[in-house]
Every structure is written in structure tokens, then in C-alpha cells.
């Protein structure tokens, strides 16, 4: 290793993906001991390079070195033997293993055979070392979020990584999870880590980073450069480039506030929830007697610390949980007993929490993944006329500014950003009635991000209703006509504008259960 010498430096790194060319002769160098961000609109290439410097991609052209010396690219191996590690940006731990044997499986290979106990003794210190609060028992889907990735980054830290790459790690967290994880990055810093964030918020990158580095269509148009030295308006230029946003995206964050509160109650709710009960699963507690209503042209915010039963909340609404008891009515008419299809058919829309899985089918094309809501709704006798799809789909996308190359492609082959685009494209139609939007931002650039709102906005302003689940309260409080909280299984407090921060947070840990009532 040579002392000074940059942890990580890419020289000339070009990566083609068939016809796209992701990254695009990236010279960086990025020093020992530093806390850096990578940030770029979605589709940039952040992902791409992350994945090069790991060995998870093979550069068509240039070479990666660490701490100075040269490694084989396109080699996990090799990588891994120079001390980089990467942590993905959806988690990559099974989650029916528990902590220990979750860490056992990024540390094979390492010679030794343990007792159950011993192991289980072994990370016990470790976790406690990286201050990871989990039960070496524990199964990974039973662990909060914010502990989940702690042990994602403490399995990255078994092989004494020095370089440890985490890509949008704030993406999944609520903002105590964030204050949590960059405790965790400044404690690996002062332990001579190299820590490379990609990050989208531009509030997290100037709390966090020493250097940023700017990737935009594949090229490095800035950095590495002191963050200290550049404001929020700066960053934004950067990022968005010289040419502004894409056509019909403000900027972040547009002044539009929640609507001013018609009398919602002469009209037939959107949705009506009533004493709804359902059973716990994997993925969170059930619901526990929620009563709920929306009103046409009305937006209402989720609040919570997510596995609260947000993901019941949206499971029961489409048909897909067993609903223990109490009713569901979508625009008047009790759906209990009806499939997704007739609810869809109804008006309802969702965006759901896991776009990899819920979301899409990553290995059929843009065009049947686009056209999969349409088709759910109609009749099984009308006629299918592919060639009308696509080019739907193709004036659908550019409209939402999808960076694809063409509409036969697979899902999977789209970056996390443009991928949740596609989501959004299919289900903010005309035809939505009541739009269930799960983290809808999640992963999304800053344009992208205010486009986001702009189509909720504009579907709450054609008469559509919209529940939004956000753990970042900032957002919530920008779109939300009103705002519940919800705590295991149950809706803790209801609040109306103006949102006082304590109040809501005081409901979202069971601190007080104030509120108004709706
Ligand atoms: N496996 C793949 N096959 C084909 N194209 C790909 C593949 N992976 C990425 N791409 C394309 O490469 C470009 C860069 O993608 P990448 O995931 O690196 O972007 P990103 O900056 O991380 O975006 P995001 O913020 O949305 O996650 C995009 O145009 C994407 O569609």
C-alpha cells in the first residue's frame, strides 16, 4: 500500500451496457480517510461506478486502483482482497437467516469452524463494536430497518474493508435512522474507513461528505471537491446541469401547499376504512381496528416508523391481506370480498413499497410491465393489441423523462430511479380514484422527486384521492391535506395543518396519542 495514495482511483472507466453507455471515461481520485459522496440524477451512472470499484462490473475500458495498487476489474475477489466492500441499495442479507448466520455468510471462507454459540459470541462483539443494536438470534425480517442495514454495513466490515461504499443508504431510513447511520459513517471515519456515500438529498450530502462528486449522463462534471466550499443552489445546478430541469419539473420542492380544506364531508369518500383488523405476517404487525377516510381531491399522509403496519395498511386496500375483520368501501362500495382486478377497476392505483418485487417484473419489457395495470382491468375477451401498447408506453415515459433505450428492454435493466418512473407512469392515470403511494420519492432524484409531487398534486386536483406513506416527515408535511400516524397497527394521532413536529413525532414513538380528530 502506498501511504499517501489515494483509497480509491478510477482512471478512464468506461462501462456499455448494449447499447448505453453508463459511465463514460471517469478519471477519480478519492482520498484515504475521507467521508465521500457521489450524488447525480437518476440514471447518472452512481450505481454503475459503485459497482466497478467492487468488482460487479467490468469496465469495457480503464483501470481501478486501491491504496495505489492496480486491481483485476470485473473481480469481486480481487476487490474484496484490496479492502473495498459495497452495500447495496436493496439490502442483499436473506431475510429468513438470522444476524449470525447472516454474517457468517459474507465471512466464508475464513477458515475456522465455530460452535453455533461461539459464532453467535463472535458477532455479538462485533455488532456491539460497530454499536449495531440486533440479537445474533434475531432473523433479519424481524429486525427494524435502521438494524438491517447496520448489519449489512458491520457483514461489509468482517474483512477489515477500508473502503466501504454505500449505495443510497439513507433511502430506506427515517431520519432518526439517518442521524444513526451517519454517527456510524463519522465512528468508521475516525477509524481510518474510507467511506463513499451515494446519495440524492442534497440536506444529507452537505451534513455529511467531505469531498462530493458530481456524475451526470455517465461523466464526472465535478469532483472530487471539498463540501464545505459549495452551497445547496450550487449543488442543485450541478446536479440538474446547465440546462435546468427536464421539461415540467420545478424545482424541488414547488411552493404549491396541501389544498385549502373544502368541506370534504358531503361527498362520498374515496375510502372508508372501518374497525379494519388483519393478522401479522412477515413483514410487520397486522391492523389492529383502523378507521380511516379520504375524500376526493384530498391527499392524506401516513406518518410512522416503518414496520408500524404501513405495509398491511396497503396490503388490506388491495386485496392482498386476510382481513380479520371490520369493512373496506372504495368510493361508497364495500370491496371486502372483491379481487385486485375489480378494485383496480374501481380506480385504485398503487405504488408500492418494494418496486423490485411488488412493483414490476424486472425480466419482461418496459411495455408489458406498463400496459400490466390497463390489462388487470379489462375484460379477459378484449383484444390485445401489442404495437398500441408500446407506443403508449414509449409517449408515457417520455412524458415521465425515463432515461431508457427502448421500450422492449427489460425492468431490470433500468436504474432504481428510472425503474420507481415506470411505476409512477402506469398507475397516475386518469382513471385513478384513489392512489396509494408508498414512499413514492424513494430513490428518486431531486427532479424527479418534485415531478413525484407535481403528479399527485395535479391527480388530487383532477378529484383523485391520495394516501401517501413517507417516513420523511418534511415531505408529508409539504403534500399532506391531513396527516395520521401510525403505531403498531393502529392510527396514533390525526393531524391538520399547521403540523407541529413534536406533536406528530410524540405519536409516531407512542409518546402521546394527541391529535385531532377527523
Ligand atoms: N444491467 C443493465 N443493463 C442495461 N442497462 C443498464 C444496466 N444497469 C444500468 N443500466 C443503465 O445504465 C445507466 C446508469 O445506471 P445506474 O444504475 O448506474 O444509474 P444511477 O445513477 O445509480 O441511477 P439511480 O439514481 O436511478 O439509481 C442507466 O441508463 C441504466 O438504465
Not at 493 to 509: C, D, E, I, K, Q
Amino acid at each position: 500500500m502506498t501511504s499517501n495514495a489515494p483509497a480509491l482511483e478510477c482512471r478512464d472507466v468506461t462501462v456499455r451496457y448494449g447499447d448505453v453507455t453508463a459511465l463514460s471515461g471517469v478519471t477519480a481520485a478519492f482520498a484515504q480517510g475521507l467521508i465521500h459522496a457521489v450524488v447525480g440524477q437518476n440514471g447518472a451512472g452512481k450505481t454503475t461506478f459503485a459497482r466497478v470499484a467492487a468488482g460487479l462490473v467490468q469496465p469495457a475500458e480503464g483501470e481501478v486502483a486501491i491504496h495505489g495498487q492496480p486491481i483485476r476489474t470485473g473481480q469481486v475477489a480481487a476487490a474484496r482482497a484490496a479492502g473495498v466492500e459495497l452495500v447495496h441499495q436493496s439490502f442483499a442479507l436473506p431475510p429468513s437467516f438470522t444476524v449470525s448466520e447472516a454474517m457468517e455468510f459474507g465471512a466464508s471462507g475464513k477458515g475456522s469452524l465455530f460452535s453455533r454459540r461461539g459464532l453467535r459470541r463472535r458477532w455479538r462483539q462485533h455488532l456491539s463494536d460497530l454499536q449495531v443494536i440486533a440479537d445474533p438470534a434475531q432473523r433479519i425480517r424481524d429486525l427494524p430497518v435502521e438494524s438491517q442495514q447496520g448489519v449489512e454495513i458491520a457483514r461489509a466490515l468482517i474483512t477489515q474493508a477500508r473502503v466501504l461504499i454505500l449505495d443510497e443508504p439513507t433511502a430506506v431510513l427515517t431520519p432518526l435512522g439517518i442521524e444513526t447511520l451517519f454517527a456510524r459513517v463519522r465512528r468508521l471515519k475516525a477509524s481510518g474507513v474510507t467511506v463513499i456515500l451515494i446519495l440524492h438529498k442534497i440536506r444529507e450530502v452537505l451534513a455529511i461528505a467531505d469531498t462530493l462528486s458530481v456524475l451526470r449522463a455517465g461523466c464526472l462534471v465535478d469532483g472530487p471537491r471539498p463540501a464545505a466550499a459549495i452551497d445547496e443552489a450550487e449543488l442543485t445546478r450541478l446536479i440538474v446541469g446547465a440546462a435546468g430541469p427536464a421539461p415540467g419539473i420545478q424545482a424541488a420542492r414547488p411552493e404549491a401547499g396541501p389544498a385549502s380544506a373544502a368541506s370534504f364531508s358531503t361527498q362520498t369518500p374515496a375510502l372508508e376504512l372501518h374497525a379494519l383488523h388483519t393478522g401479522a405476517d412477515s413483514e410487520g404487525p397486522g391492523l389492529e381496528g383502523v378507521d380511516l377516510r379520504i375524500a376526493p381531491g384530498e391527499i392524506l399522509g401516513i406518518a410512522g416508523v416503518e414496520g408500524n403496519g404501513q405495509k398491511a395498511l396497503v396490503r388490506a386496500i388491495a386485496g392482498l391481506a386476510t382481513v380479520q375483520g371490520g369493512r373496506i368501501l372504495l368510493g361508497g362500495q364495500d370491496v371486502g370480498r372483491r379481487p385486485l382486478g375489480a378494485r383496480r377497476a374501481a380506480g385504485l392505483r398503487i405504488i408500492p413499497f418494494e418496486r423490485n418485487t411488488e412493483g414490476l417484473s424486472l425480466s419482461s419489457s418496459l411495455w408489458e410491465n406498463w400496459s400490466a395495470g390497463g390489462l388487470l382491468q379489462r375484460s379477459l375477451l378484449s383484444p390485445v393489441r401489442p404495437d398500441r401498447l408500446r407506443r403508449d408506453c414509449k409517449s408515457a415515459l417520455d412524458e415521465w423523462n425515463v432515461r431508457y433505450h427502448s421500450p422492449a428492454q427489460p425492468a431490470g435493466s433500468l436504474s432504481g430511479g428510472n425503474a420507481q418512473k415506470v411505476i409512477l407512469a402506469r398507475e397516475i392515470d386518469p382513471g385513478a380514484r384513489l392512489i396509494i403511494a408508498a414512499q413514492p420519492t424513494r430513490g428518486l432524484d431531486i427532479g424527479a422527486t418534485s415531478f413525484v409531487w407535481q403528479a399527485l398534486r395535479a391527480a388530487r386536483d383532477r378529484g383523485a384521492a391520495v394516501l401517501v406513506i413517507s417516513s420523511d416527515l418534511d415531505e408529508l408535511f409539504d403534500i399532506s391535506d391531513r396527516v395520521a400516524v401510525m403505531l403498531s397497527g393502529r392510527i396514533s394521532g390525526r393531524f391538520s395543518p399547521p403540523y407541529s413536529l413534536n406533536a406528530v413525532g410524540a405519536a409516531m414513538t407512542g409518546a402521546a396519542t394527541q391529535g385531532e380528530a377527523l
